[in-house]
C-alpha cells in the first residue's frame, strides 16, 4: 500500500463553489502533514499545515485532519480560476522514514 | 532571497551521457532532498540528505548518485543516462522545526532533462 494516496483524477468545480480534496495515509506514525499547490510547470508552494485533530482554517483554505480514520482533507470556499492547480498531500517527515507525497488531486475552476 | 537554487532549467542528453544536477539553498537547512515528477506519477524521492555528511535512499534510486558536498548543496549524477530518466527534478530543503513551527519543504524551480 502506497503510503499517501490522493485521487489524482480532475476535480471541476463552478467559480465561487467548495472543491473538497481527500489524502488518506498509512502511517500511523504520522503526526502532521502539508497541502502544496502545483501549478502546471512550476515548483510545489506550501498553502497548508496541519497537526492536530480537527479543522484548520487560512483565508478560503481549510485543513481537515482525521487522525483516527487515517485520512486528511482541504476545502477550497469560493473558488477562483487562480486555485485551478494541482493539490499535493506530505506527510510531515519524522525520525528515519522515507517522505512521500500523494499524486495530487487536480482541481480545474470553471468561470 | 535565493532560497534553493537549482541548474539548469533545461538539459537535453544524449544516452549514455553523464550530469550532476545542481542544489544549493541559502536558508541554513539541514535536510535536502531530490525528486523526480512524471506524468501521472507524483513527486517520487529519488535520495536525501537528513544533515551534512549523511545521504539516504529515496523510492528510486537506482541510476543516480548523490553527493551532499557541504550543508547548502546537494547535487545529483546521473552516471548513464536513459530515456527512462526523462522527468522534471526538483530539489527540495527543510528545517527540522518542532511540529507546531514547521514550515514544510522549499522546492527549487526545477531542471526539465530529456534523455534521447
Known amino acids: 500500500q502506497k503510503e499517501v494516496e490522493q485521487n489524482s483524477g480532475p476535480l471541476s468545480v463552478p467559480e465561487g463553489a467548495i472543491a473538497s480534496l481527500n489524502c488518506t495515509y498509512s502511517?500511523?506514525?504520522?503526526?502532521?502533514f502539508f497541502w502544496y499547490r502545483q501549478y502546471s510547470g512550476k515548483s510545489p508552494e506550501l498553502i497548508m499545515s496541519?497537526?492536530?485533530?480537527g479543522d484548520k482554517e487560512d483565508g478560503r483554505f481549510t485543513a481537515q485532519l482525521n487522525k483516527a480514520s487515517q485520512y486528511v482533507s482541504l476545502l477550497i470556499r469560493d473558488s477562483q480560476p487562480s486555485d485551478s492547480a494541482t493539490y499535493l498531500c506530505a506527510p510531515r517527515p519524522y525520525g528515519n522514514n522515507r517522505l512521500a507525497f500523494g499524486k495530487g488531486n487536480q482541481v480545474v475552476v470553471i468561470p | 532571497n535565493a532560497g534553493v537554487t537549482q541548474t539548469p532549467k533545461f538539459q537535453v542528453l544524449k544516452t549514455g551521457q553523464s550530469m550532476t544536477l545542481q542544489c544549493a539553498q541559502d536558508?541554513?537547512?539541514?535536510?535536502m532532498y531530490w525528486y523526480r515528477q512524471d506524468p501521472g506519477m507524483g513527486l517520487r524521492l529519488i535520495y536525501y540528505s537528513a544533515s551534512e555528511g549523511t545521504t539516504d535512499k529515496g523510492e528510486v534510486p537506482n541510476g543516480y548518485n548523490v553527493s551532499r558536498l557541504n550543508k547548502r548543496e546537494f547535487s545529483l549524477r546521473l552516471e548513464s543516462a536513459a530515456p527512462s530518466q526523462t522527468s522534471v527534478y526538483f530539489c527540495?530543503?527543510?528545517?527540522?522545526?518542532?511540529?507546531?513551527?514547521?514550515?514544510?519543504?522549499?522546492f527549487g524551480s526545477g531542471t526539465r532533462l530529456t534523455v534521447v
Open positions: 527540495a530543503s527543510k528545517e527540522r522545526g518542532a511540529v507546531v513551527f514547521d514550515y514544510g519543504y522549499t
Open positions: 502511517d500511523r506514525g504520522s503526526q502532521s
Open positions: 536558508m541554513n537547512h539541514n535536510s
Open positions: 496541519i497537526y492536530s485533530n
